[in-house]
């Protein structure tokens, strides 16, 4: 089963940038686009990154999304890091006609 | 404006079946491909499954451990997304969303909608 793995947690200064990584168990992450997903405690997800690097109208340009082939990852970069930031990602692709979620990275912003 | 509003949450003992609504608003329905996502107390996201519109085939899909007792449909002359549940289990206790991938508002704004959740408790 295909699967995707991110850091459990990642956490960085405000104004600083922070990367999250999203790496593909198997074939090539490439094949199927990735979406990222913000969620704040309490809170419903919010997706931030589509199609591996679009961003919805509202987010900011310090979101930005790529794709590594060379690591079979995806990637979320934020950066100017604000407080608001604080939250969990996710990220989510395909196998197959399924759906697959990465299981998560906390982002703390101190 | 945009918007997915999710409902019919509630409790459900194990062996129980439940049917969730997703009433759509702000686009066209009708070609939206239409997801169910959940998420355990705790836990992280999973999906459940989806339907695809009926131009593409109407068809759905599903997460293993709900196939064969979950059943997405759709009602497009009411721009309402379902969710029935059957022989529901106590690691089907989670907060349900739905969601669609973009949706293009005008030649520059896209949108991609995420409901604020129904609760599903499974408990005896």
């Known amino acids: 089963n295909f699967m995707l793995t991110q850091p459990h947690s990642v956490s960085e200064s405000p104004g600083k940038t922070v990367t999250i990584s999203c790496t593909g168990s198997?074939?090539?992450?490439?094949?199927?686009?990735v979406q990222w997903y913000q969620q704040r405690p309490g809170s419903a997800p919010t997706t931030v990154i589509y199609?591996?690097?679009?961003?919805p109208s509202g987010v900011p340009d310090r979101f930005s999304g790529s794709i590594d082939s060379s690591s079979n990852s995806a990637s979320l970069t934020i950066s100017g890091l604000k407080t608001e930031d604080e939250a969990d990602y996710y990220c989510?692709?395909?196998?197959?006609?399924?759906?697959?979620f990465g299981g998560g990275t906390k982002l703390t912003v101190l | 404006e945009v918007q997915l509003v999710e409902s019919g949450g509630g409790l459900v003992k194990p062996g129980g079946s439940l049917r969730l609504s997703c009433a759509a608003s702000?686009?066209?329905?009708?070609?939206?491909?239409m997801s169910w996502v959940r998420q355990a107390p705790g836990k992280g996201l999973e999906w459940v499954g989806r339907?695809?519109?009926?131009?593409?085939?109407?068809?759905?899909d599903y997460a293993a451990p709900v196939k064969g007792r979950f059943t997405i449909s759709r009602d497009d002359s009411k721009n309402t997304l379902y969710l029935q549940m059957n022989s529901l289990k106590t690691e089907d206790t989670a907060v349900y969303y739905c969601?669609?991938?973009?949706?293009?508002?005008?030649?520059?704004?896209?949108?991609?909608?995420w409901g604020q959740g129904t609760l599903v408790t499974v408990s005896s």
């Open positions: 199609e591996d690097n679009q961003r």
């Open positions: 198997s074939g090539s992450i490439a094949s199927n686009y």
């Open positions: 969601t669609t991938g973009p949706i293009p508002i005008t030649m520059i704004v896209v949108v991609c909608p």
């Open positions: 989510q692709s395909y196998d197959s006609s399924n759906e697959v």
């Open positions: 702000g686009f066209t329905f009708s070609n939206a491909w």
């Open positions: 339907i695809k519109s009926k131009t593409d085939g109407g068809t759905t």
